[in-house]
């Protein structure tokens, strides 16, 4: 029999979770599922046939028509609604402005729970990243992490990522968009963002990626090595 082994990684947009669980699953060798890239692929449903976001129903019959997939074999893996590749679709603004109003609609979740509980049965050992990952979706996780930063930080982090990937953006509107998804993030009644229950509390404010990625690392490596 196999045994899976499940890490966690939860916490508000742009206190570095993705780049955090790509390295970490990189170090140690595990799958790494990045579960709103799922939400936003829902977000690019309801814009690609004008579905409202806040139809929950409708959302969640368009999913399981169209299909959201990874390829896993890309690095990291690609995003797929049927067979169109979406990773740089959903990045973009107008899907960040929908998604945490169609990540609200409990039969939304419903649906991209059982397909992230179902990757996670596909993968011995899996690193996976949200907002409800280890106080939902995989209570039995071996390790819970959940990563907080500053405000203006994050506002940097995201502003320097869509920079990067050639998107004229402006600070202002970058904090105002974190700020109003925490909130609809933070208050909603199902799996709404909070710091699972004996979670590792880490701020990356002020610290590299490599030393939050070793110190993850260390705890990681105790409790597989505890199984
Ligand atoms: O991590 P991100 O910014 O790509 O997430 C996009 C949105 O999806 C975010 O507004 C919250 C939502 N989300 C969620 O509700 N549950 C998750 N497990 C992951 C993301």
Redesign the pocket.
Known sequence: MTVHSIITI?GA?GTG??SVAQLLAKEIGAGCL???????AVAVLAKDFDIEPKDGPALATKVNDIGISFNWDNDPPAVLLGERDVSER?RELDI?GI??S???QPEV?AV?MDQ?RDIASRHPLLVT?????GSV?FPEAIVRFFLEADLEERTKRRTKQLQESGKDVHPDVIAEDIKN?DR??TT?SD?P?ICPEGAIVINTSHQSLAEVVGEMERVVNEALELK
Do not use: H, P
């Open positions: 939860d947009a979770k993705s990045d579960s709103g890239a799922m939400y936003r959903i960040s998604v945490s169609v990540a609200k979740r991209l992230q990243e949200g907002r409800d990952q979706v998804r609809i993030d909603r799996g963002l």
